[in-house]
């Protein structure tokens, strides 16, 4: 949350310089309070899985939050049961005309496919079109940052000779930042997909702004100021046995899978995993709920003005 002090205070200028949230008197008296609206965009087969784990993290915070859950209007999933689908989610077709503070975007299983071949890639370029009129603030998570980076900007996927699988340490590109508020020199985020962002290719679009990468795997959370957007490429969602589960599974089925790096002790997947990253993922999500709640409108109306 954010500390209240005089702007004329010198330490006023210091915390600013150094990313921390700070309030004038003026700005502080004019703020109102009320829930905040965050929507969940849930591509994921396991859905509850997932809600648990983006419902963890926006939840954390002081602040009171109010969770839509979201699907692809004319998508079906088999691994969640139609009962839970039924009583929880909305299709995106049924929100059109309501607005929201924030919206996660969540990835998706479909990392082989071109955009094009996805089969609601045409709503999904609907919705992301919508964000910019409806939504305060967007974040798109793993598959979803990469749709929403090659929707809004043309940056490309390109497919790996293999998966980056594990956890990797990524450096702190923009301390200064407010989604980066107290953050470590570095982190370590567990990564899980067939394909990457390229750096260069981020760097060559001058909206664009790499907080956190990686020597390894490249790009991991990029600003988008320009479309009020976040887009990270890994997982800090994931809880302690997410990647111990997707091994597991491919072990299991004969697929070809190596064992997760710098994610069990040792590298030996007997032994339980060490969740390393959890820190990082509150202190990131909070900052972002933080960042919505300083700056989104009172009057929801008013979002996308």
């Known amino acids: 949350m954010p500390i209240k002090i005089p702007a004329t205070l010198p330490a006023y200028d210091v915390l600013t310089r150094e990313g921390v949230m700070v309030l004038d008197e003026e700005l502080a008296a004019s703020q109102d309070i009320r829930p905040?609206?965050?929507?969940?965009?849930?591509?994921?087969?396991?859905?509850?899985?997932?809600?648990?784990?983006?419902?963890?993290?926006?939840?954390?915070?002081?602040?009171?939050?109010?969770?839509?859950?979201?699907?692809?209007?004319?998508?079906?999933?088999?691994?969640?049961?139609?009962?839970?689908?039924?009583?929880?989610?909305?299709?995106?077709?049924e929100v059109a005309d309501e607005k929201f503070d924030g919206l996660i975007i969540t990835g998706a299983p479909i990392e082989h496919l071109d955009f094009e071949e996805v089969g609601y890639w045409d709503e999904l370029q609907r919705v992301m079109d919508w964000t910019q009129t409806n939504v305060h603030s967007t974040f798109g998570v793993c598959w979803g940052g990469m749709a929403m980076i090659n929707h809004f900007h043309g940056v490309q996927k390109h497919i790996l000779e293999k998966k980056a699988f594990g956890c990797f340490r990524h450096r702190n590109l923009a301390p200064a930042s407010p989604y980066l508020r107290g953050f470590s020199d570095d982190?370590?985020?567990?990564?899980?997909?067939?394909?990457?962002?390229?750096?260069?290719?981020?760097?060559?679009?001058?909206?664009?702004?790499?907080?956190?990468?990686?020597?390894?795997?490249?790009?991991?959370?990029?600003?988008?100021?320009?479309?009020?957007?976040?887009?990270?490429?890994?997982?800090?969602?994931?809880?302690?046995?997410?990647?111990?589960?997707?091994?597991?599974?491919?072990?299991?089925s004969g697929t070809e899978i190596n064992v997760p790096l710098n994610y069990y002790p040792n590298d030996d997947p007997s032994q339980p995993p060490q969740n390393r990253w959890r820190s990082h993922a509150h202190l990131l999500y909070g900052n972002w709920i933080n960042e919505i709640y300083q700056s989104t409108p009172f009057d929801l109306a008013k979002i996308g003005t």
């Open 36 to 93: 905040l609206r965050i929507a969940l965009l849930n591509l994921m087969p396991k859905k509850i899985q997932t809600e648990n784990q983006f419902a963890r993290l926006i939840g954390a915070t002081p602040l009171q939050i109010e969770l839509s859950l979201l699907r692809m209007t004319d998508h079906n999933t088999r691994n969640t049961a139609a009962e839970h689908m039924e009583a929880f989610y909305r299709p995106v077709s």
């Open 187 to 252: 982190c370590v985020i567990p990564v899980s997909r067939w394909t990457e962002m390229r750096q260069a290719e981020v760097d060559s679009v001058p909206a664009l702004r790499t907080l956190l990468g990686s020597d390894e795997v490249g790009p991991c959370l990029v600003e988008d100021v320009d479309h009020r957007a976040l887009y990270i490429f890994n997982h800090f969602e994931y809880d302690s046995d997410t990647l111990k589960q997707e091994y597991d599974r491919d072990v299991a």
